[in-house]
C-alpha cells in the first residue's frame, strides 16, 4: 500500500472502461487533507464533486482551487496532484495518448 492509498478512504468505484475510447474514469473519496497523485496522462480532468481541492502540477508554477461542483482540466505533461482541502469526492477522467 503507498502513501497515497493510505489516505483514500475509499475507492467508489475502480477505474472502468468508457465506450471505445481510452479513457478511464476513478471516482475517489479523499479525507480532509489527503492527498492523491496521477502519473503524467494527457489530458486529465478532475471533477470536485464535493469538496474543495488544491491541485498543482509538476512544471506548472501556478496552482489551482477548484470549488465544489467544478473542474480542473490538465494538458501538461508532468505529475498532477490533488489535496483535499475538506473532506472530498472526485472524479478522474484520463485519456492517455500514445
Known sequence: MNAT???IDQ??????RIGEADQTVSRLQLAGGA????EPCLPVQIH???GWLWITQEG??????I??????LSTRHGKLVVQALDRATIEVRRLCEG
Do not use: E, K, L, M
Open 35 to 38: 492527498v492523491a497523485s496521477f
Open 67 to 72: 470549488a465544489p461542483g467544478n473542474n480542473f
Open 60 to 65: 506548472d508554477g501556478r496552482d489551482a482551487i
Open 48 to 50: 470536485a464533486i464535493d
Open 11 to 16: 475507492v467508489v468505484t475502480p477505474q472502468q
Open 5 to 7: 492509498s493510505d489516505f
